[in-house]
Structure formats: structure tokens, C-alpha cells
């Protein structure tokens, strides 16, 4: 009979305009400014740098992997010099990241042989200067490690344990080999086990899946 | 109380048409020493009454506009699981506002090698006959701003006048996408101008009158069983309705007839060139055509400004109004535009005939005896199967070749 798919389309329009208004899983738009979405864990945007305590204590040594690795080419290092000697020290005089070129591709953390710089989660970054606006220097990229862990829980759990393990062995941070922060930071086991020292032998298990988006 | 705010509006003009004679006195006393003549002060209460029609329907109906806007952009957006315009006011009440400030403030655009004086002219064409349309409507009780014999037929004829204004708009812009749209606009419209007169035939035949007026005064009084006679309950009256809200939705290039103005294939149809306010202005022309329609949708079939006495006459024309307005945004969330040949073969292989019919059913109800309970409930039952067999027969033989699948001699 003429007519009928229109009557068919017509309470399904119905049902979705009624639906909308008594049933909450319907309407999936969030009101951005004012609800956000609780980001899943492993989400990331731009590296940080992260410091123990106070923000003199860092973790980077200016060994400069980083620079050499990121593929944008985006990380400035200058080493310090001791000022009477003239001789290099464990730590970056200058550490400059431009986020306007940065492409959040994460390699300069798989690459840290010292779990120095990690990705942060901001995304609702702006400026009005198109050329240094987004260049960042040390001061604006250090961020606590208790940043770290409300952010990334799991993953600096598991970044602690790591390191006091190689604070036990007594052994520099430097001989630790560059190999197992890949492994662990690619494929990172399910729970968080900071009690548990994971090494590069455990099988790789799948990531975490992310939360639901609600 | 109930014939106060009843006749609430009617009150407020003659006070302030009393409170302009007043001043009309008074300077003439101060300028001439003597108060208005009798004539002068009949004159000057005329004249006052016709501004204040006017300023009273078009204030009305600009804002009815911008909250038809808001409305169509919220229930679209509930059809659609989303929350439609919420930012501005409550609700986002005044999103119409912020658009209306948005639209002005515009650049105003003229195409280098366009037709100016047309391109200039035509949006404010296409506006006048949408708001002379509202001349032939009573409002509510003794509110009809006029009172012509030939109300129904002046209606048809001035809503006419917005299919040159569209073509002018296309020709005017010198563009090949508002020239095709305009060429579809004039075709569907010629088109479907004729099943909405015929639509209106059945109702004119049966109270034997053109006025709007009589139209109303003949669908019954205030009661609740007189809901009963509006012409919508009778099987003829039902399909006239229906047939008349197709072709309103036509005529007013509202979806799934809004090919004048296809997006996806013609940018825009005809007000491709136009930009800030005059763009503003066809759409403030589409929307208020669409009101006017289903006020005499409301005259002719659902009784006008009758209803039950809870609220006043005009409350009533209203809401009716505003009930036929939530069903056009409805099928426009629901239905995907037609094809032109669709379209055309909709109009003349099967509204036509069906229009046609109808009003052969209406002839057969008219002369039917209904003097009885009886009588009337047979020749209710015999028209509704007249009605009921010519919809069979329409979807069963027109619509399907209508419908028929189009064969591609090159795409396929």
C-alpha cells in the first residue's frame, strides 16, 4: 500500500525524538567546554619531562637520544657545563620541545634510557603567535612525577619499580640497557605489579584496552 | 473572563486606535482651535485599524518565524540524537536572535554580470505574497483582517505570486545552478498548485461559499462534540486534508519536495547568489508561506479557530497551526528528497486522479440523505469506501509506474 515505508520511517523519527529526551544513553552528544570526556589511560599528546620531588632533581641527562631520534626533529639540547671546569654535566642547560612541530609520535620515550620524558595528555593547547608560541623550554615542560602517575597510573607504576630496581643493583641509570623500556612500553602488562620487577623476558602481552567513553 | 481574553487582541486595538483618535483631537485643537470632524475621525480610526492589522501579523508571524527556526532546529536535532542550538538563552530560545544579528551584519553580494533591479527585487517578491496570504485568515472570533467573498480563491491566487518571484531570483543571479532551480521551483509548484486548489474544491462545495469566514462558521461551535464537524473527520474531508498537506509541503518547498533547492545536486537551487539579508529573506519567505498554508489548512479542514472553550479562538487557530507546522519539520527528519520525475509523476498520476475522485466522493456525500443517525453513518461508510477503493487503486496502479525503477542505458 502506498505509504506504508513512510509510516515506517515516520515513527522511527518518532521514536528517536521521544527517545532522546527519557533515555540518556541516546543522546551521546557531550557538552565539550563544560563535560569532558574522561580520557583513557593510554591516550597521549606532547612529551614532558619529568622530575622527582623538586623540578632540580630531574631525570634527564642531556644525553640527547631523543633530538637525534625525533623524526620532526622538533627537541633542542644543550648540555650544561660545570662553570669552572668547562666539563660537560649530567643535565640539560637548554631542553626545548616545539609542540607546533612535535607529531605525538611517542618515539622519544620508547627511546629514554631514563624514563625522562614521557607524553602528557593536554590537548586543548592554543596561542596567538604562529612562530614561538608553541616552543617550549625547560621550565614549561617540567611536570612532577606525581603528575605522571595521575595521568598514566599503570605505566608509571610500573616506570617506578623499574627504577628503584636499578637504584638496588646500585648500578648508574646509564648502564641500564635501552632495550626493556621498549618492550614494556609497547606491549605493558594488563595490572599494574610495582611490587613485581617485570624484565624484558615476559611474553608480550596484549595492551590494555581502553576504557569506555562515558 | 472567557470573552475577555478572547476577545483580549480585539479589546487592545480599539483602545489604541480610541488613544490615536484621542491625540488626533487634540492636535487638532491645538492647531486649529476645534476638534476632528466626524469624517476625519472615522477616517483617522480606519486608517489606524489597517496599520495596526498589519504591524499586529507581521510582528506576530516574524517572530512565529524565528521560533519556527528554533523549532525545526531542535526537533531535527532530537530526531536526529543530538541537542540542536542550546547556547543562546534558554533552551537556546534565542538563537533566531543571534542569527537574525548574524544574517544582517553580512557582506551583501551581487554578482558582477547578474541582472540587478530582478536580483535586487526578488527577495522581497518572494516575502510579499507570503504575508498577504495571512489577509484571507479569520484569526479567531470577529478577528478575519478581512472579510472577501472569494477569500479561498484570492488565497491560491496571491500564493501564486511567489513563483515568479522564485524564477526571478534564479534568472536575476545569471547562474546555472539558480537558474535550474528556479526552473524546478516554477515546474513543481505549477504542479502542485493544482491538487491543492482541487484538495480545497470538496470544502468550498460543501458549505457553498468561498469566504474563509463562512468556511469556519459552518465547521461547527464551541462545544466539545462540535469538534465533530470539522470537515477533517468526514472521509472527503480526511483526504482532502491529507492531499492538502502534501501539496503545502510542495508548495512551500519544504522536504521531501524541497528540489528547488537540492543541496546535494544544485548548491543551493535559486538563492545560490544571495548572501546576508536577502538570503534571510527567503527564508523568512519559505517558512511564513509554510505558516500560511496551514492556517487554511486549519480553515478548512480542522475547523479554523473553533474548539472546546478552555481556550480562546485565536489560541485554538494557533495551536492548530502549530501542530500542522511540528508535522512538516517532522517529515522533513524523516523523508529523503524525491527525483524530478518522481516528483512530477507524484503530482499528475496520482494526486491528480485522487484529487479528482475526491471531489466526485464529496458530490456523492453532498446528495446522500444524512437526516437521521442512520442515514448519515451509511453515507459516512459509503463515501469512506469510495475514498478507501480510489487510494487502492492509486498506489496499486499509478504509483507503482511511477515508482518504477529508472533503467540506466549507459551507468549500468
Redesign the interface.
Given at each position: 500500500m502506498l505509504g506504508n515505508g513512510m509510516i515506517q520511517g515516520l515513527l522511527v523519527t518518532a521514536r528517536n525524538l521521544l527517545r532522546s529526551y527519557f533515555d540518556p544513553e541516546c543522546l551521546t552528544t557531550i557538552q565539550y567546554p563544560e563535560e569532558r570526556r574522561t580520557l583513557p589511560e593510554n591516550s597521549r599528546c606532547f612529551p614532558f619531562l619529568v622530575y622527582d620531588g623538586t623540578p632540580d632533581n630531574l631525570r634527564c641527562v642531556a644525553c640527547k637520544i631523543c633530538e637525534q631520534e625525533c623524526p620532526p626533529q622538533c627537541i633542542y639540547i644543550e648540555v650544561e657545563r660545570d662553570a669552572k671546569t668547562g666539563k660537560p654535566v649530567r643535565r640539560p642547560r637548554v631542553f626545548d620541545i616545539d609542540y607546533s612541530v612535535c607529531m605525538q609520535c611517542q618515539i622519544c620515550a620508547e627511546v629514554c634510557p631514563f624514563d625522562a620524558i614521557k607524553m602528557d595528555q593536554i590537548y586543548e593547547l592554543s596561542g596567538t603567535d604562529r612562530f614561538g608560541g608553541m616552543l617550549m623550554n625547560k621550565g614549561a615542560l617540567l611536570k612532577s612525577n606525581e603528575y605522571y602517575h595521575q595521568m598514566h597510573p599503570t605505566e608509571a607504576n610500573e616506570v617506578d619499580a623499574r627504577l628503584s630496581q636499578s637504584k638496588k643493583k646500585a648500578s648508574p641509570p646509564a648502564a641500564k640497557p635501552a632495550a626493556a623500556p621498549i618492550t614494556l612500553q609497547s606491549a605493558p602488562p594488563p595490572r599494574p605489579t610495582p611490587s613485581a620487577p617485570p624484565s624484558p623476558s615476559v611474553p608480550p602481552t596484549p595492551p590494555v584496552p581502553p576504557k569506555s567513553d562515558v | 473572563m472567557y470573552n475577555f481574553f478572547d476577545q483580549l487582541i480585539l479589546t487592545l486595538g480599539a483602545w489604541v486606535v480610541g488613544l490615536v483618535v484621542a491625540c488626533g483631537n487634540g492636535v487638532s485643537k491645538f492647531c486649529c482651535g476645534q476638534p476632528l470632524s466626524e469624517a476625519a475621525a472615522h477616517n483617522v480610526a480606519a486608517g489606524t485599524e489597517i496599520v495596526l492589522i498589519c504591524v499586529t501579523i507581521y510582528g506576530v508571524f516574524a517572530l512565529c518565524f524565528g521560533l519556527a527556526t528554533w523549532l525545526e532546529r531542535k526537533?531535527l536535532a532530537?530526531?536526529?540524537?543530538?541537542?540542536g542550538p542550546n547556547r543562546v538563552g534558554p533552551f537556546g530560545l534565542f538563537q533566531f536572535v543571534a542569527d537574525g544579528v548574524k544574517m544582517l551584519t553580512k557582506e551583501d553580494i551581487v554578482p558582477a554580470r547578474a541582472d540587478k533591479l530582478v536580483h535586487f527585487l526578488a527577495p522581497a517578491v518572494v516575502l510579499a505574497p507570503a504575508l498577504l496570504m495571512f489577509a484571507f485568515l479569520p484569526f479567531g472570533r470577529n478577528m478575519a483582517p478581512t472579510n472577501l467573498d472569494t477569500a479561498v480563491i484570492a488565497f491560491f491566487a496571491v500564493g501564486a505570486g511567489s513563483e515568479m518571484a522564485l524564477f526571478m531570483a534564479g534568472w536575476g543571479s545569471r547562474n546555472k545552478y539558480s537558474i535550474l532551480g528556479a526552473m524546478r521551483a516554477v515546474a513543481q509548484m505549477i504542479s502542485y498548485e493544482i491538487p491543492l486548489v482541487l484538495a480545497a474544491v470538496p470544502v468550498v462545495m460543501v458549505v457553498g461559499s468561498l469566504s474563509t469566514s463562512q468556511i469556519v462558521a459552518a465547521q461547527g461551535a464551541d462545544g466539545f462534540l462540535d469538534m465533530s464537524r470539522w470537515f477533517v473527520w468526514t472521509p472527503w474531508g480526511f483526504a482532502g486534508f491529507i492531499l492538502f498537506l502534501v501539496a503545502a509541503t510542495a508548495e512551500s518547498n519544504r522536504c521531501p519536495f524541497d528540489l528547488p533547492e537540492g543541496e546535494s545536486e544544485l548548491v543551493a537551487g535559486f538563492h545560490v547568489e544571495y548572501s546576508g539579508f536577502k538570503f534571510a529573506l527567503f527564508f523568512m519567505a519559505e517558512y511564513i508561506g509554510m505558516m500560511a498554508m496551514a492556517g487554511l489548512g486549519v480553515t478548512l479542514f480542522l475547523g479554523g479557530w473553533h474548539g472546546p472553550k478552555l481556550l480562546p479562538s485565536w489560541m485554538w487557530f494557533m495551536g492548530k497551526g502549530f501542530l500542522i507546522v511540528c508535522w512538516l519539520i517532522?517529515?522533513r527528519?524523516?523523508?529523503p528528497r524525491l527525483r524530478v520525475d518522481q516528483l512530477m509523476a507524484f503530482a499528475w498520476k496520482?494526486m491528480l486522479p485522487f484529487a479528482l475522485f475526491n471531489i466526485f466522493t464529496t458530490a456523492v456525500w453532498f446528495h446522500l440523505p444524512k437526516a437521521t443517525l442512520l442515514q448519515s453513518a451509511v453515507a459516512w461508510l459509503v463515501t469512506a469506501a469510495l475514498v478507501a477503493a480510489a487510494?487502492?487503486v492509486?498506489?496499486r496502479f499509478v504509483?507503482r509506474r511511477a515508482g518504477a525503477l529508472r533503467v540506466y542505458h549507459y551507468a549500468s
Amino acid at each position: 500500500m502506498l505509504g506504508n515505508g513512510m509510516i515506517q520511517g515516520l515513527l522511527v523519527t518518532a521514536r528517536n525524538l521521544l527517545r532522546s529526551y527519557f533515555d540518556p544513553e541516546c543522546l551521546t552528544t557531550i557538552q565539550y567546554p563544560e563535560e569532558r570526556r574522561t580520557l583513557p589511560e593510554n591516550s597521549r599528546c606532547f612529551p614532558f619531562l619529568v622530575y622527582d620531588g623538586t623540578p632540580d632533581n630531574l631525570r634527564c641527562v642531556a644525553c640527547k637520544i631523543c633530538e637525534q631520534e625525533c623524526p620532526p626533529q622538533c627537541i633542542y639540547i644543550e648540555v650544561e657545563r660545570d662553570a669552572k671546569t668547562g666539563k660537560p654535566v649530567r643535565r640539560p642547560r637548554v631542553f626545548d620541545i616545539d609542540y607546533s612541530v612535535c607529531m605525538q609520535c611517542q618515539i622519544c620515550a620508547e627511546v629514554c634510557p631514563f624514563d625522562a620524558i614521557k607524553m602528557d595528555q593536554i590537548y586543548e593547547l592554543s596561542g596567538t603567535d604562529r612562530f614561538g608560541g608553541m616552543l617550549m623550554n625547560k621550565g614549561a615542560l617540567l611536570k612532577s612525577n606525581e603528575y605522571y602517575h595521575q595521568m598514566h597510573p599503570t605505566e608509571a607504576n610500573e616506570v617506578d619499580a623499574r627504577l628503584s630496581q636499578s637504584k638496588k643493583k646500585a648500578s648508574p641509570p646509564a648502564a641500564k640497557p635501552a632495550a626493556a623500556p621498549i618492550t614494556l612500553q609497547s606491549a605493558p602488562p594488563p595490572r599494574p605489579t610495582p611490587s613485581a620487577p617485570p624484565s624484558p623476558s615476559v611474553p608480550p602481552t596484549p595492551p590494555v584496552p581502553p576504557k569506555s567513553d562515558v | 473572563m472567557y470573552n475577555f481574553f478572547d476577545q483580549l487582541i480585539l479589546t487592545l486595538g480599539a483602545w489604541v486606535v480610541g488613544l490615536v483618535v484621542a491625540c488626533g483631537n487634540g492636535v487638532s485643537k491645538f492647531c486649529c482651535g476645534q476638534p476632528l470632524s466626524e469624517a476625519a475621525a472615522h477616517n483617522v480610526a480606519a486608517g489606524t485599524e489597517i496599520v495596526l492589522i498589519c504591524v499586529t501579523i507581521y510582528g506576530v508571524f516574524a517572530l512565529c518565524f524565528g521560533l519556527a527556526t528554533w523549532l525545526e532546529r531542535k526537533m531535527l536535532a532530537r530526531i536526529q540524537n543530538r541537542y540542536g542550538p542550546n547556547r543562546v538563552g534558554p533552551f537556546g530560545l534565542f538563537q533566531f536572535v543571534a542569527d537574525g544579528v548574524k544574517m544582517l551584519t553580512k557582506e551583501d553580494i551581487v554578482p558582477a554580470r547578474a541582472d540587478k533591479l530582478v536580483h535586487f527585487l526578488a527577495p522581497a517578491v518572494v516575502l510579499a505574497p507570503a504575508l498577504l496570504m495571512f489577509a484571507f485568515l479569520p484569526f479567531g472570533r470577529n478577528m478575519a483582517p478581512t472579510n472577501l467573498d472569494t477569500a479561498v480563491i484570492a488565497f491560491f491566487a496571491v500564493g501564486a505570486g511567489s513563483e515568479m518571484a522564485l524564477f526571478m531570483a534564479g534568472w536575476g543571479s545569471r547562474n546555472k545552478y539558480s537558474i535550474l532551480g528556479a526552473m524546478r521551483a516554477v515546474a513543481q509548484m505549477i504542479s502542485y498548485e493544482i491538487p491543492l486548489v482541487l484538495a480545497a474544491v470538496p470544502v468550498v462545495m460543501v458549505v457553498g461559499s468561498l469566504s474563509t469566514s463562512q468556511i469556519v462558521a459552518a465547521q461547527g461551535a464551541d462545544g466539545f462534540l462540535d469538534m465533530s464537524r470539522w470537515f477533517v473527520w468526514t472521509p472527503w474531508g480526511f483526504a482532502g486534508f491529507i492531499l492538502f498537506l502534501v501539496a503545502a509541503t510542495a508548495e512551500s518547498n519544504r522536504c521531501p519536495f524541497d528540489l528547488p533547492e537540492g543541496e546535494s545536486e544544485l548548491v543551493a537551487g535559486f538563492h545560490v547568489e544571495y548572501s546576508g539579508f536577502k538570503f534571510a529573506l527567503f527564508f523568512m519567505a519559505e517558512y511564513i508561506g509554510m505558516m500560511a498554508m496551514a492556517g487554511l489548512g486549519v480553515t478548512l479542514f480542522l475547523g479554523g479557530w473553533h474548539g472546546p472553550k478552555l481556550l480562546p479562538s485565536w489560541m485554538w487557530f494557533m495551536g492548530k497551526g502549530f501542530l500542522i507546522v511540528c508535522w512538516l519539520i517532522w517529515l522533513r527528519g524523516t523523508l529523503p528528497r524525491l527525483r524530478v520525475d518522481q516528483l512530477m509523476a507524484f503530482a499528475w498520476k496520482a494526486m491528480l486522479p485522487f484529487a479528482l475522485f475526491n471531489i466526485f466522493t464529496t458530490a456523492v456525500w453532498f446528495h446522500l440523505p444524512k437526516a437521521t443517525l442512520l442515514q448519515s453513518a451509511v453515507a459516512w461508510l459509503v463515501t469512506a469506501a469510495l475514498v478507501a477503493a480510489a487510494y487502492w487503486v492509486v498506489s496499486r496502479f499509478v504509483c507503482r509506474r511511477a515508482g518504477a525503477l529508472r533503467v540506466y542505458h549507459y551507468a549500468s
